[in-house]
């Protein structure tokens, strides 16, 4: 069994994916980031970022693995799934995972943060980081256009990346005339795995709470 410490987040959602794709039996401890319950101590203990998510894994003495991309690493290694095991396959899937961990992510985490939540709205830092993204999302395009995942099979690079670029209107981004991303993104939302995974720990419906979601993030920027 292994224990989930998550919120409705990209990063939470990469995890609780993953897990649902693999079909480990898991538990979930929501963790309320506008609390700030990840800067508590006893989570401190285990993960020394105060960031979301964690995993402790009981079947393998209480193993902990923080950081979203190493616990995908560590997930797929366990079960031997979503990741291949010849050495070019297996780097194939870690170049774009780190694509993810490096450029999408915190590209898109900086145009959430100055095109939503900021309390000024600065124009140049809106625009640089949502031209970041669009252009990570070109790279991706390019990739999509000659395959139908991004490293061959469908694996924890298309997971890591999927988690947030199909959240590309909260960063104010567009994907038009991306039409291999605009088929991939419809492609894994398909997944019944992804559906159960994206409800993980409650549906997040940016729309409606939008005012609310925008409220909480400015609290943990402080």
């Known amino acids: 069994m292994i224990t989930l410490y998550?919120?409705?987040?990209?990063?939470?959602?990469?995890?609780?994916?993953?897990?649902?794709?693999?079909?480990?039996?898991?538990?979930?401890?929501?963790?309320?980031?506008?609390?700030?319950?990840?800067?508590?101590?006893?989570?401190?203990?285990?993960?020394?970022n105060g960031r979301i998510p964690t995993i402790v894994d009981h079947e393998n003495d209480d193993f902990v693995v923080f950081e979203s991309g190493a616990i995908l690493l560590y997930l797929a290694e366990k079960t031997g799934k979503l990741i291949p095991a010849d050495v070019k396959g297996r780097s194939r899937v870690i170049q774009w995972l780190m694509f993810q961990m490096g450029g999408i992510g915190p590209m898109m985490g900086q145009a959430n943060v100055f095109f939503r939540y900021a309390p000024e709205k600065i124009p140049y830092a809106i625009e640089r980081y949502q031209r970041e993204c669009r252009r990570l999302f070109e790279v991706l395009d390019r990739q999509l256009r000659e395959h139908e995942y991004l490293a061959g099979d469908y694996s924890i690079a298309d997971i890591a990346n999927w988690s947030w670029v199909h959240t590309y209107k909260w960063s104010g981004v567009r994907i038009d005339g991306l039409p291999h991303?605009?088929?991939?993104?419809?492609?894994?939302?398909?997944r019944p795995a992804v559906e159960r995974g994206r409800a993980v720990p409650e549906r997040l419906d940016l729309g409606e709470n939008a005012e609310a979601f925008v409220k909480g993030a400015q609290k943990m920027l402080v």
């Open 6 to 48: 998550t919120a409705a987040t990209p990063n939470g959602w990469k995890v609780s994916i993953a897990l649902e794709e693999l079909g480990l039996p898991y538990t979930v401890r929501p963790i309320a980031l506008t609390r700030g319950e990840q800067k508590e101590e006893w989570y401190l203990a285990l993960n020394p």
């Open 181 to 190: 991303l605009q088929r991939w993104i419809q492609a894994i939302r398909a």
